[in-house]
Nanobody
Framework: QVQLVESGGGSVQAGGSLRLSCAAS????????MGWFRQVPGKEREGVAG???????RYADSVKGRFTISQDSAKNTLYLQMNSLKPEDTAMYYC?????????????????????WGQGTQVTVSS
C-alpha cells in the first residue's frame, strides 16, 4: 500500500536547476531503499539515482556531479536536486521504493528490483 507522489517538475533552461520531491505514504515500519528513474518515449526506464535507508547513494554516470538524491525521513519525502541541467535530461521522472531487505547498493539503479512507483513528473530542459 505504499503510495508515491512526485512533484517539482517543469520547464527550465539548460544550465538551470530543479528540485523534485516524492511524498510517500502507506509505509509500514520496515525500511526502504528509494530511487529516481526517468523515461523518454521509445526507451526503457533508466535509473538516475538511488539511496538506501542508511544513506548510501548511487548515481548514473550521466548525472554524477550534477544530481543529488536525499531523503527527509521525518517528512517521508525523497528529493532529487538537479543542477546544471542539460537538454538530454528531459524525461518523465519517477520515484520508486523497495523494502530494504531486498536492496543492496549495487541494485539501487535496477528498475526491476523496485516494487512501488509514482506516476511521474515531467522535466523539460530547453537549450
Amino acid at each position: 500500500q505504499v503510495q508515491l507522489v512526485e512533484s517539482g517538475g517543469g520547464s527550465v533552461q539548460a544550465g538551470g536547476s530543479l528540485r523534485l520531491s516524492c511524498a510517500a505514504s502507506g509505509y509500514t515500519d520496515t525500511s526502504y531503499c528509494m530511487g529516481w528513474f526517468r523515461q523518454v518515449p521509445g526507451k526503457e526506464r533508466e535509473g538516475v539515482a538511488g539511496i538506501t535507508s542508511g544513506g548510501t547513494t548511487r548515481y548514473a554516470d550521466s548525472v554524477k556531479g550534477r544530481f543529488t538524491i536525499s531523503q527527509d525521513s521525518a517528512k517521508n519525502t525523497l528529493y532529487l536536486q538537479m543542477n546544471s541541467l542539460k537538454p538530454e535530461d528531459t524525461a518523465m521522472y519517477y520515484c520508486a521504493a523497495v523494502e530494504s531487505f531486498r536492496c543492496w547498493w549495487w541494485l539501487l539503479l535496477q528498475r526491476e528490483k523496485y516494487n512501488y512507483w509514482g506516476q511521474g513528473t515531467q522535466v523539460t530542459v530547453s537549450s
